[in-house]
């Protein structure tokens, strides 16, 4: 019985120190990647302006998940479907990797995902209270829930109601019983070009201000919301809706727009293009690209005003409702962003400006620290208006 108690102590041993050797291999090989990725990065973003922890890692994944599936996006025509679906599952990856990051109370939200005249939009609203049921618990007496459509961002090739999945939970979570937000999946292109988005948006808010009273909303009060090429989506709708005279322009209450592309037509108008056109996430020849895949006419369309909105007329852009405007500082489209923010309030649009110095464009949904801050903005903003 010694014996054999004294031979298990041993083999125990043994495995210790085999599983000791193996952590020590794998710790020198993760040592020896970790110095390479360094030395990789560092003269790749040594010539950069200083970022945050958080923008430096977006970068990174980026990068790496680029090289992994696929390769930047103007190294291809965007004809290339096999191309555009490398990029889609990198962006993907992208998304997964940095919601895994961001807090957020799941049992605060409940979503379930809807069709909408045939578009796909996943449905936020605020659990109710622990100890009572759907059935037998009360919003506050004072409102109907207000909806929120959020339109994702990814050039009109890339992004899904999935990339955008957990900031409408956090943006839920934060507004409340009294707001309800949608994720819209609208159609991607090159395989649909602009404004089959348009058609979608349209589509979606018939649906919603036909159905309001089965979907307990208010939607004689709709927010628009969303990134890059989300929030162009909200702009576009907004106007298209005024042009149309469409009696639904009146019942959009406010904008919500981070980092929004606004003009597809003068590159050299805004020095940011040049000054981060490469190195900083999103590039100049990639916002190229985007265009290129998203226009039937790329030549022609730039300066159509639903493509390029800081051109539409002013007397249209002058009933756009209170509007926030958030740009990155390190980002190609923060001119932009700067420009569009600065006519509206030249034309007496209720406009609120936010800038976010050392974040790059992305950093909505993704750059951990600098994103709750985002989001807390576009709370605030929402509940103000």
């Not at 090739?157 to 956090?170: A, F, K, L, P, W």
């Not at 058609?199 to 004689?220: K, R």
């Not at 907004?238 to 980092?259: D, E, G, M, T």
Request: aromatic share 10%; hydrophobic share 40%.
């Amino acid at each position: 019985h010694t014996h054999t108690h004294k031979q298990t102590h041993k083999n125990k041993a043994c495995v210790l120190i085999f599983r000791m050797k193996l952590l020590s291999t794998w710790s020198i090989v993760g040592i020896t990647v970790v110095a390479v990725c360094s030395l990789w990065l560092g003269s790749r973003y040594a010539a950069l302006e200083p970022i945050g922890a958080s923008a430096y890692g977006s970068i990174v994944v980026v990068d790496l998940a680029l090289a992994v599936m696929g390769q930047r996006p103007h190294q291809q025509p965007p004809t290339n479907q096999a191309h555009v679906q490398r990029l889609r599952n990198a962006f993907k990856l992208r998304s997964k990797i940095f919601q895994l990051a961001l807090k957020y109370n799941r049992e605060a939200v409940e979503f379930e995902t809807l069709e909408m005249n045939g578009i796909p939009v996943r449905r936020y609203r605020s659990s109710p209270p622990a100890g009572t049921s759907p059935a037998t618990s009360s919003l506050p007496a004072q409102t109907t829930p207000q909806p929120v459509i959020y339109f994702h961002g990814g050039g009109y090739v890339i992004g899904s109601i999935e990339s955008m999945h957990v900031v409408c939970i956090q943006l839920q979570e934060r507004l409340g019983p009294n707001y309800s937000v949608f994720n819209v999946d609208y159609r991607l292109a090159p395989e649909f070009k602009f404004p089959a988005q348009l058609d979608d948006t349209f589509a979606v808010l018939e649906y919603m201000s036909g159905n309001a009273m089965d979907l307990g909303i208010d939607a004689s009060r709709i927010a628009l919301a969303g990134d890059s090429a989300g929030a162009h989506l909200s702009i576009a709708t907004f106007l298209k809706l005024k042009q149309q005279q469409h009696r639904l322009a009146h019942q959009i209450s406010s904008l919500a727009l981070v980092y929004p592309l606004v003009d597809t037509s003068c590159q050299a108008c805004y020095p940011s293009l040049t000054k981060y056109a490469t190195g900083y996430f999103l590039e100049t020849p990639t916002i190229d690209w985007f265009t290129q895949a998203f226009l039937a006419n790329p030549r022609n369309d730039t300066r159509n005003p639903l493509v390029s909105p800081i051109l539409a007329d002013p007397a249209l852009l002058e009933t756009l409702p209170p509007t926030l405007v958030i740009s990155a500082g390190l980002d190609p489209l923060k001119d932009q962003a700067v420009a569009f923010a600065e006519k509206l309030k030249g034309l007496n649009v209720p406009v609120s400006y936010t800038d976010f110095p050392h974040t790059l464009h992305g950093f909505f949904g993704s750059s951990i620290t600098h994103h709750e801050a985002g989001v807390d903005a576009v709370v605030d903003f929402l509940r103000s208006v």
